[in-house]
């Protein structure tokens, strides 16, 4: 079969599609075939070496595709079930052996390539919105990076509970796909000269000055300040990534200042550990795109080979939505 691996730690030039041999599902495992995979943040992180891996290192988390084979001792799945994932090995690729214990069902009425596009932008967004801070009626929500995955999705799930969301995006063009998803209000945030201070009067000038319950900042070490700077008095600070750097060390002195605030920083993997939690979101996610009560964007599509194109847009801040890859 063919996969991308990354040959060594580097910019998207490491990225290489390669032959080798079929993985073999093990105990536990199925062996799927490729129907989409997902490009992901953390996918560019392991590439880059931000967080210590073994190279070559076969990239990609997250697809969707077809059962072809079972390894032993799995139960309720069978050869032909379509399936989907967000933290499996290798998914840059035609096969991939997966935990069993990763897939979840496709739902009927929702295609494969759609069903790519979701496991983890879509848990992503509805943990954040769902658990770690319960976006209810009456709640201002500022959301950075409107535009993109996580983005996207998050608005709308967000929008649908109640809350009444402003989103940061780079571009007219990007603030209408925003608005389009359910954002109230967006703000480009390229046009400004000091994030840190403008992104914040103009928050609190769309709270009448109270500032937002929430914001949910994957962008990171450009936004944290302003982040800090929109919360309302014991408002929370989700920072669940670092889109344009990770923050430096914070002083827990401007929490108190700030107005006695929350910051948590969350991770996918810690809301879907067990195998209920996984298939809640996974059903919820999943459900409601087969519904037609959530939109996903596939805003590009690369072939395998391309990978490193994928990944310089990226990268690149060139991307909305979704981006897959296609073997
Ligand atoms: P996006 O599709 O949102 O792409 C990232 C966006 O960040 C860009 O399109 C851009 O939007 C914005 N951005 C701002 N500054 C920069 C910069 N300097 N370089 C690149 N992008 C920049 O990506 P995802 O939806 O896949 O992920 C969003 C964030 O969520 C990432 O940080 C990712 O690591 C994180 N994440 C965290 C998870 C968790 O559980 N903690 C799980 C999944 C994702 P614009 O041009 O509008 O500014």
Redesign the pocket.
């Known amino acids: 079969m063919r996969a991308v691996v990354a040959r060594e730690a580097g910019g998207p030039e490491v990225l290489t599609l390669t032959e080798m041999p079929d993985p073999d599902p093990g105990p536990g495992q199925v062996l799927v075939r490729v129907t989409a995979a997902g490009v992901?943040?953390?996918d560019t992180?392991r590439r880059r070496g931000v967080y210590p891996m073994s190279y070559p290192h076969a990239v990609g988390v997250e697809g969707a595709g077809v059962v072809e084979s079972l390894g032993e001792g799995v139960e309720g799945l069978r050869v032909g079930d379509y399936v989907a994932w967000a933290e499996g090995p290798g998914s840059y690729a035609e096969l991939v052996a997966l935990d069993a214990a990763q897939a979840v069902r496709v739902p009927a009425g929702l295609d494969l390539t759609t069903a790519a596009a979701l496991p983890?932008?879509g848990m992503?967004a509805h943990?954040l919105v769902s658990s770690t801070f319960e976006v209810a009626p009456g709640h201002d929500v500022l959301l950075?990076?409107?535009?993109?995955?996580?983005?996207l999705l998050a608005t709308q799930l967000a929008a649908a509970r109640g809350g009444r969301v402003i989103t940061?995006?780079?571009?007219p063009e990007?603030g209408a796909l925003s608005l389009a998803a359910g954002a109230a209000h967006t703000i480009d945030?390229?046009e400004f000269s000091d994030v840190s201070t403008d992104l914040p009067r103009v928050v609190r000038e769309l709270t009448d000055g109270a500032g937002v319950h929430v914001v949910y900042d994957?962008?990171?070490r450009?936004?944290f300040d302003a982040s800090l700077a929109s919360l309302r008095r014991r408002g929370m600070l989700v920072l669940?990534?670092?889109?344009?750097?990770q923050v430096p060390p914070v002083d827990p002195q401007r929490l108190n200042r700030g107005g006695s605030l929350y910051l948590t920083r969350?991770?996918?993997?810690h809301?879907i550990a067990t195998r209920a939690e996984l298939e809640w979101r996974a059903s919820e996610v999943l459900g409601a795109a087969a519904s037609g009560n959530l939109d996903v964007r596939v805003g590009a599509t690369f072939p395998l080979a391309d990978a490193g194109a994928a990944h310089e847009a990226?990268?690149?801040?060139r991307?909305?939505?979704k981006?897959l890859l296609v073997p």
Do not use: D
């Open positions: 992901n943040f953390i992180y983890l932008q992503t943990y950075h990076a409107g535009a993109g995955g996580v983005g940061t995006v780079s571009s990007k945030y390229a994957g962008v990171g450009t936004t669940f990534g670092g889109s344009s750097g969350p991770t996918l993997g809301y990226l990268e690149g801040r991307t909305t939505g981006v």
